[in-house]
């Protein structure tokens, strides 16, 4: 019998103007745009400087700030008030004001002041900048004290810890190696849990539904039918998104396949269940669309895409615990950039088997063939 | 007239007859303010460090206790050689993993200098290199406190302020996002599938046969959805202000304006949508997809879009979105006037009058 | 003769709602039953009660043998159906549908495929064959899905309201159709609002407000209301309904 069904499943897709386009289209939208477009990188800071003192000094600091790499800059001038503009017009990120008797106040140990300004609408983007700016300030100050000292006092040991830093697993620090594979994760979240859903809403619309309900076909095998067709999709549209990460962005998982295979069937199966429970309930076509893209988007946002789970207050973790795709996202970055396996991810492996379990048996009871 | 709003009457019960959609429309904002706002954020908490130390000594006990003690790290384990940090790593154990040099306070007091190895898990890049930012903060402060107040009669001192948004809230970034993309969400996508919705059903047909102008009927079909959008844009600015602190700096008569351009503009891209296609499950995905994540994506509303590569900047000029949350941005967070925004006005303006057009255009090309 | 159908004070309420009031009948094998009554007098509601459909509120029923209750996935293996909507598969090929719905009653593919090459003999559908069915003409339709309904020799098959929206010269094609099948052994239950239609039928039962006010062959009924035709029975037990249209 399921082989019938599975024969009508996979002839109705393939007959369908939209889906086959979709299904290949989106992943390699997704794969190829997103990581380009997502990146919390700072780069390209726009600085303005106010030089009211325009000496030797003020000039070496400006120079230095130029040959930084970190800033741009945007506009030299007396005036407060035009690098403020600068801000308004989103122009300058942040502005640092050189006051007048910069130089004298320094050769005469007096000490000197400057003032930073930044931009903070976007928190992050200005405590960067400023972060930035006073790192360059600091060493600019530490070679100025070098010269200035020469003999006197620095024979006093002043003992320093060295700080080496190592980075793992991703050691250009870069921002797309990081998402790719959580990208993934999004992909067949949208696809297997959200287009078998609509699927079956689809013939209870059309009323088609009715046929089957009729006959000796059991829920489970109708459910399976609509199912399966989406598992095997998903696999494929998971091995289009490893062509896809190797080829345009070099990245290759540093664990096994067959891992990164395990828990992608563990997942869909969970996935699809999900969007199985809402379909049932849902009333309509659109009634049932519109929920599961709610559910996805709030699943998406406490799943650890865009920020870290560690982040989240205590509230939010507990929520994000129940949510499948924060679990799936773990093991997919896990097995792609630290070559984790099976055993160490077991704990996301509990999880995904418990959801999938829990999901599917609901999925199953809520399905009635009467009313 | 009275057609006019007979029609509209019914439209709204046609909207209120579906409760649960009703229901998420009006929860989505706030439960996405409540997200934004409290649950997403880059803050570094209670991260998970290993230290590696051959020998224990009291600067290196000074040292790791005040790691644990800083409320950014939580020192969970001591491994003993360094075969243990990959595994450390692969088991999620810890993000970050110090290593102490051998007789490091003996080194540190007779050679004057001793080596900490910060190895941190780059997975996500950021969180790395603020791990390591902040960990070398707590041992430069730790040497500052070692060496003692040496007045240093040369030193530059910057002093700083943050301009706007004194406290760093991320919020202020991102409430301009979520008005930008909600509002799209029930103008464009579910106007858009209201109509086609009707096409389906074979009811559009008896609308247009009936004394009624097209025009009327369109309205009456977008007029729900525009009152839902005020009510959100409203729910929206009532949870920045008193829930998340976010005030409104400038003018709110100027954000009323710019934000029913933007819904204008929106709906409009509604009925374009439902004039391209005759089922619902294509209007929703083709809004879905064409709508909803260009505009999380490239509109400015997540990621800054100067950190995009250039085609995608340019790309993102035609995202209406980008346009309205630039200007929110500047009338309700840096509290600038109408001259301030008259690029995006003139710029959703235009967007409006062409979509308008379009979309007519083809409307009555179906009906011929 | 044996029962094939049989009910006994079959209820169905939906909230204060009674759409269908203690009805009571059984039908013969190879009967050609009519279900008739006004839209909204309960006929399809009481079909789906003994499809399976829908679960009734009280009273009991049996189909091929079987408790509407407990057993229905027995009853709708011997079954066949077909709703108003036809209930084909538009983005299916005509002989894919057959192949599904063979399959789904547990016929073998060489089976399947010997019977549909003698349907599509039969019908004249040779042509068509490959066709998707969105792009059939109402009427082939029609004939289509009743011939999948009977295509795995049901015991019984139920048609709801079948020859909606279809020209009479069409309808009376059908209708043989339907005689052929029960020739063949094939009882058929069958609800419609068209009064002429019931003249077809070996017996008739007429619904008014979800209860059966009458029930006979057409002969007795128009004897007994001094009717001319099925119309004016009807007509005349219409006029005590309550349940306004």
């Given amino acids: 019998m399921l082989k019938y069904l599975l024969r009508k499943e996979f002839r109705q897709i393939k007959r369908n103007a939209f889906l086959p386009r979709l299904i290949f289209a989106f992943p390699l939208m997704v794969l190829l745009v997103f990581p380009w477009a997502a990146s919390y990188e700072i780069k390209n800071l726009n600085i303005s400087i106010v030089d009211n003192d325009q000496s030797s000094f003020s000039k070496a600091l400006t120079q230095k700030i130029i040959s930084s790499n970190y800033f741009r800059l945007t506009d030299y001038s007396v005036s407060y008030s035009a690098a403020l503009k600068s801000i308004e017009a989103q122009k300058s990120d942040i502005i640092l004001q050189i006051p007048a008797n910069f130089e004298k106040n320094i050769i005469n140990a007096q000490g000197a002041k400057v003032m930073l300004s930044a931009n903070a609408v976007n928190g992050m983007k200005g405590g960067i900048a400023m972060t930035y700016l006073v790192s360059i300030i600091n060493e600019f100050n530490a070679s100025l004290i070098k010269d200035l000292m020469p003999l006197s006092k620095s024979t006093t040991n002043i003992s320093t810890i060295q700080i080496d830093q190592q980075y793992r697993f991703n050691q250009n620090l870069n921002y797309r190696v990081f998402m790719v594979p959580a990208l993934m994760v999004m992909i067949l979240s949208l696809l297997c849990g959200f287009l078998p859903a609509v699927s079956i809403v689809f013939e209870k619309e059309l009323g088609t539904i009715e046929q089957m309900n009729v006959s000796p076909v059991p829920k489970v095998l109708f459910i399976l039918a609509k199912l399966i067709p989406f598992w095997v999709i998903g696999l494929i549209v998971i091995n289009i998104g490893f062509v896809v990460a190797w080829a345009v962005y070099g990245l290759v998982p540093a664990g096994h396949f067959y891992t990164i295979y395990f828990f992608t069937i563990i997942y869909i199966l969970t996935v699809s269940g999900l969007g199985l429970i809402i379909s049932n309930f849902a009333q309509s076509l659109q009634q049932a669309m519109f929920i599961i893209f709610f559910f996805m988007l709030v699943f998406i946002m406490l799943s650890g895409l865009y920020t870290p789970i560690d982040s989240m207050p205590e509230w939010a973790k507990w929520v994000a615990a129940f949510n499948p795709l924060k679990y799936f996202m773990e093991v997919m970055r896990a097995v792609y950039l630290k070559g984790s396996d099976i055993l160490q991810l077991w704990k996301q492996l509990l999880a995904l088997i418990a959801f999938s379990i829990f999901f599917n048996i609901i999925a199953v009871i809520s399905y009635r063939k009467s009313s | ?368 | 003769m044996e029962n094939v159908i049989t009910a006994t004070n079959l209820t169905k309420q939906f909230g204060h709602f009674t759409a269908v009031d203690q009805i009571s009948f059984e039908v013969e094998r190879g009967e050609i039953f009519g279900f008739l009554g006004a839209n909204g007098a309960g006929k399809t509601t009481a079909m789906r009660m003994l499809c399976g459909l829908s679960k009734p509120t009280s009273g009991i029923g049996t189909v091929a043998g079987f408790d509407i209750h407990t057993q229905t996935e027995k009853v709708k293996k011997n079954i066949g159906y077909m709703s108003q909507k036809f209930s084909l598969y538009d983005d299916l090929k005509v002989w894919e549908n057959i192949e599904l719905f063979g399959g789904i009653y547990g016929m073998n593919d060489q089976d399947i495929k010997i019977k549909t090459d003698k349907l599509m003999y039969e019908l004249n559908f040779e042509k068509e064959r490959n066709m998707l069915v969105a792009s059939l003409p109402l009427g082939f339709k029609q004939k289509l899905a009743f011939s999948v309904a009977i295509f795995h020799q049901p015991q019984v098959v139920f048609l709801d309201e079948p020859t909606g929206g279809v020209d009479p010269v069409t309808r009376r094609m059908f209708w043989e159709m339907i005689y052929k099948a029960a020739e063949n052994g094939i009882t058929v239950f069958v609800t419609t609002h068209y009064m002429d239609e019931a003249e077809y039928c070996n017996r008739v039962s007429i619904m008014v407000d979800g209860r059966i006010e009458a029930l006979d062959s057409p002969k007795n009924l128009k004897a007994n209301y001094s009717a001319k035709n099925m119309d004016e029975v009807f007509q005349k037990l219409a006029r005590k309904s309550q349940r306004i249209e």
Avoid at chain 2, 65 to 80: C, G, K, L, M, W
Avoid at chain 2, 92 to 98: F, R
Avoid at chain 2, 197 to 204: C, I, L, N
């Fill in chain 2, 1 to 368: 007239m009275k057609q006019l709003l007979s029609f509209v009457r019914k439209e709204f019960y046609h909207i209120l007859r579906d409760k649960t959609t009703i229901l998420i429309l009006l929860l989505m904002p706030i439960i996405q303010i409540i997200l934004f706002g409290f649950a997403l954020t880059t803050e570094v908490k209670d991260t998970r460090v290993a230290v590696l130390i051959p020998q224990s000594d009291e600067i290196t006990t000074k040292l790791v206790e005040r790691i644990h003690a800083s409320s950014y790290f939580d020192v969970v384990n001591t491994i003993q050689s360094s075969y243990e940090i990959q595994k450390t790593f692969r088991d999620s154990q810890a993000k970050l993993v110090l290593v102490f040099e051998n007789d490091f306070a003996a080194k540190l007091k007779h050679d004057g200098i001793a080596h900490i190895q910060l190895i941190a898990d780059a997975t996500d890049p950021n969180a790395a290199t603020s791990f390591t930012f902040y960990v070398s903060n707590i041992i430069s402060s730790y040497q500052q406190d070692m060496i003692g107040t040496m007045k240093n009669p040369y030193q530059i001192t910057p002093e700083v302020k943050m301009l706007y948004n004194p406290q760093m809230i991320g919020a202020f970034n991102f409430v301009p996002g979520v008005l930008g993309m909600i509002l799209i969400l029930i103008c464009a996508m579910m106007t858009s599938i209201a109509i086609v919705r009707e096409k389906e059903k074979g009811t559009m047909e008896i609308l247009l046969v009936s004394p009624m102008r097209p025009i009327y009927t369109i309205l009456a079909k977008i007029t729900p959805y525009f009152v839902l959008s005020c009510i959100n844009f409203l729910t929206i600015i009532i949870l920045s202000v008193f829930v998340l602190k976010v005030p409104i700096a400038g003018s709110f008569f100027t954000l009323v304006i710019i934000s029913m351009l933007y819904i204008f503009v929106a709906l409009a891209l509604g009925l374009l949508i439902s004039t391209l296609t005759e089922s619902q499950v294509a209007a929703m995905l083709i809004s879905g997809m064409a709508l909803m994540i260009p505009v999380m994506l490239l509109s400015g509303m997540i990621f800054p879009i100067e950190n995009m590569p250039l085609p995608l900047q340019i790309f993102s000029n035609v995202i209406p979105a980008r346009w309205y949350i630039s200007a929110v941005k500047l009338v309700m967070i840096q509290g600038l006037g109408f001259s301030a925004i008259i690029k995006e006005m003139l710029v959703l303006s235009f967007m409006a009058i062409t979509l308008i057009a379009i979309s007519l255009k083809k409307f009555k090309v179906r009906l011929e």
